[in-house]
């Protein structure tokens, strides 16, 4: 998504469009690793020093409703954020929570067939594997 595609949802949506959204927006659309509100605010108050942790929030809330982000809250309370809006499963360290996606297309057939099962369509999904990355394998 560039700018001035989010420019126009977020005008079509009737939001207002400002440095510091647009920003927000750029920031975690071009991101992989699933930030937390705090990581992006660390970030982002480097090239905005007035933004505001309550920005980020409403921010994030707003994409969230957009569709453009997914919202992942986890066990211990922790709330990630998740670009990536298509099918995928989330791969979660347990330890340090670092997070990949996986895609793969019988991930896509065996939610297909699911669906197709239930009769139902779904607003949204999240699939989440635990496991223990090799980074903390080695620091046990």
């Known amino acids: 998504m560039d700018d001035q595609e989010i ?10 469009v ?3 959204r647009l920003a ?10 699933h930030p937390s509100a705090d990581q992006i605010y660390q970030e982002l108050k480097i090239d905005y020093p007035t933004i505001s942790l309550g920005t980020i929030y409403k921010t994030l809330d707003l994409l ?33 929570g670092k997070i990949y996606d996986y895609k793969a297309e019988n991930v896509k057939k ?4 699911i669906i197709s099962d239930l009769g139902i369509k ?13 980074d903390c394998k080695e620091r046990n």
């Open 7 to 16: 420019i126009e949802l977020f005008r079509e949506n009737e939001f207002k």
């Open 18 to 20: 400002t440095a510091q």
């Open 24 to 33: 927000i927006c750029k920031f975690i659309i071009s991101r992989e690793d």
């Open 64 to 96: 969230e409703k957009l569709g453009i982000i997914q919202k992942l809250g986890f066990n211990e309370g922790s709330i990630r954020y998740d670009p990536d809006m298509e099918l995928h499963i989330n791969v979660v360290c347990s330890n340090c």
């Open 110 to 113: 065996l939610w297909s067939d």
């Open 122 to 134: 779904p607003k949204g999904q999240r699939i989440d594997i635990y496991y223990e990355c090799d």
